[in-house]
């Protein structure tokens, strides 16, 4: 797979885009992952635009297919991948140079993996948040036996406003001295190169700022604002505090949804993102930008309970997260279809009503998007990539090349 930028946008005409997708995909059994190319390449460029420069590390967790990896990075303006896990990033790294693991990591064999291959230890970076994390992989393969680990330390990025704890519970280091003390320990211990930093704003990157609630929209929005604020000034005491004990090699922060804001830290040298290249509908309800619907799933009908229902075969590939209303997938094509609030998406079938399930038959098909990007690939063995109006390859996901690594 190639990306160049796109000379239309089909998209755009939920009428035209489906029907074709429809169209090309009509050959293939479902479930059936699809991939428009296009779209996909639409999202990669308009994320560099957003980015403004900034170099953005590939988040893989949000992708899962080695053929979308590869051709994004292929771009200028991509470089290096975030993994979530570490036998996910020795795999990677085999043909990955710069692979930083965005999670601490207890996998003692892939630990001793890594420290027994000099070339995968000097293409995969470790996150730490404490000295145990240190003392495990001393535990495993002490440091006269092995090449120096590459670690870089997160800082916790959630704030804690006037109204509580705003963020996600990652790191347990939230002040610039407790990042610099544990750099510190990094440095005086043998066997450990420190060379990067990570914070990841969630709460700005991951939360919808335009929410179907107005009021709601403009409190997330105030609020996404001072936090911001609040986390440029403590992300660049930290980054300087750290840079009097080792030179990183980068400091990464961000994700799709907050590019602008990330990129202009300029304590930041990358931003992480991934979900944004294909679009899942979690990201219909961001005010300041609007990714293509690039990857979707299609099922067919196999039942017609009533004349003005219809039900498919399988749907519930709920994402994570709060198990709230937005978790479900979402009915793309056709219109006018809606969920049964006493069933939703199920196990093996999802019943459907609405003005569009009189005209459907058996063996017809309804196209959904996933909440979450990546998750959209644990599920099946390929996306059946579309460019042009016509299937031009299928590219494998995780799972298609038998890897499950969460």
């Known amino acids: 797979m190639q990306l160049v930028p796109p000379t239309a946008t089909p998209w755009t005409s939920p009428r035209e885009y489906w029907p074709m997708l429809a169209d090309a995909t009509h050959g293939l059994e479902t479930p059936v992952g699809v991939l428009c190319a296009e779209a996909l390449a639409h999202n990669a460029f308009d994320m560099l635009r957003r980015a403004a420069g900034t170099p953005i590390r590939v988040a893989s967790k949000s992708v ?155 409190i997330i929005r105030a609020l996404q604002s ?14 300087a505090a750290v840079r009097q004990v080792a030179e990183l090699e980068f400091v990464n922060g961000g994700g799709t949804g907050s590019l602008e804001s990330t990129a202009a830290d300029p304590s930041v040298t990358e931003i992480a993102a991934g979900s944004g290249l294909f679009g899942p509908h979690l990201f219909d309800q961001y005010a300041h930008f609007q990714p293509a619907p690039a990857a979707a799933f299609a099922l067919s009908v196999v039942r017609k309970p009533e004349p003005a229902m219809a039900t498919l075969l399988g749907g519930g590939w709920i994402a994570s997260g709060p198990p709230t209303a937005d978790r479900q997938p979402q009915l793309a094509w056709p219109l006018g279809l809606e969920l049964l609030p006493q069933e939703m998406a199920g196990e093996v079938q999802t019943p459907l009503r609405g003005r569009g399930a009189a005209s459907l038959r058996l063996g017809d098909r309804v196209f959904l998007r996933h909440t979450k990007a990546g998750e959209l690939s644990e599920h099946l063995l390929s996306f059946a990539v579309v460019e042009g109006g016509r299937v031009t390859e299928t590219l494998p996901t995780y799972r298609g090349e038998g890897k499950v690594f969460l």
Not at 119 to 130: C, G, K, P
Not at 226 to 239: D, F, I
């Open 226 to 239: 001072r936090s911001m604020r609040e986390l440029r000034a403590r992300r660049g005491e930290t980054v």
């Open 64 to 218: 899962r297919v080695r053929g979308v990896l590869d051709a994004v990075l292929a771009l200028p303006g991509y470089a290096g991948v975030l993994a979530y896990t570490l036998p996910e990033a020795l795999w990677l790294a085999e043909t990955i140079d710069d692979v930083v693991v965005g999670y601490p990591t207890v996998d003692r064999a892939a630990i001793a993996a890594l420290a027994r291959d000099d070339r995968l230890a000097a293409r995969v970076t470790l996150m730490i948040d404490s000295v145990a994390h240190l003392d495990l992989v001393d535990a495993i393969v002490p440091p006269r036996a092995r090449p120096a680990i590459r670690v870089a330390i997160e800082l916790d990025a959630s704030w804690d406003g006037p109204v509580g704890h705003i963020g996600v519970h990652r790191s347990p280091l939230h002040a610039p001295a407790q990042v610099r003390a544990l750099a510190e320990e990094v440095a005086r211990r043998p066997g450990f190169a420190l060379v990067g930093l990570m914070a990841y704003e969630a709460q700005i990157a991951g939360l919808a700022n335009r929410p179907a609630s107005r009021v709601r929209g403009t």
